[in-house]
């Protein structure tokens, strides 16, 4: 017999205040690159009335708010040290595997020379691989399960037949595609490499929502501080905000069966 908790107030704001803390630190984060003129102050609104990070966050309680924090401030540091920001992206990666999309694309484009682009690329692992080890050691099936994509993981039963196999194409096409973005990131006549690093790392997180088999409402989150960074008309990000929001809740409520299991 299931009884109530009389403290459930009390114990889900403790269970989400690390989620608070995280989320004022991305607002200071976000007010540094207003100081620094890189962005309005009007994006601090659009943080803090965001629809996807109150829903994601608080009502969901799901935390891709800390990973977010670190992209926010990995991306505040690739301005004047590619080794921290790189290292940063890095600890967003060990929280969630996403950010090692901007990882690998930040270190090619912020290299000069395939030393210094496997030096970043070995320092934006790091944290990644501390994370991964003690957990490969011990239990090497769950190491492989966090390293591998979920969306043909968590189905009742086993996909056969043609829902297998479009998954299967759907990953071929987003593996293609990835690698035709970090051929585009071998650019050494941009002068420019944050704003670089930047737009590709937004193409690529756009990609994979366009592409990936199955996307939950919460991993818009992972898109959003690239589109502040890179829309800098604080208008016209919230209208891509929202477009996303909208986008992907009336597929998931509406026309999630028309896809002929595409």
Known sequence: KSTTNPHKARDLFLAKTPYLIFDIASLFILSKFIK???????????WLFNPVNLYATYLMGQFDIIPTFFILIGFYYLRTNSAI?????????SFKNYALLFVISTAII?????LKRLKLL???LLPYLIFLIPILVNN????????TPKAYL??????EGWALYSQIIKYVILLVSYIFILA???????????KLATAISLVSILLVFAIAPRISFHYLMWGIPL?????????????IIAFQTLGLASYKLLANHLQLGL
């Open 154 to 159: 968590h189905y009742r039963k086993p996909l």
């Open 36 to 46: 620094e003129k890189i962005l309005k102050k009007s994006v601090i609104l659009l």
């Open 227 to 239: 589109v502040l960074l890179w829309f800098k008309d604080v208008k016209f990000a919230s209208y």
């Open 122 to 124: 070995s320092i934006g």
């Open 140 to 147: 090497l099936e769950q190491a492989l399960y966090l390293i």
């Open 110 to 114: 912020y290299g000069d020379t395939w």
């Open 184 to 194: 585009m990131s071998w650019s050494p006549k941009v002068k420019d490499k944050w």
């Open 85 to 93: 920001g790189l290292l940063l992206l890095g600890i967003a990666a």
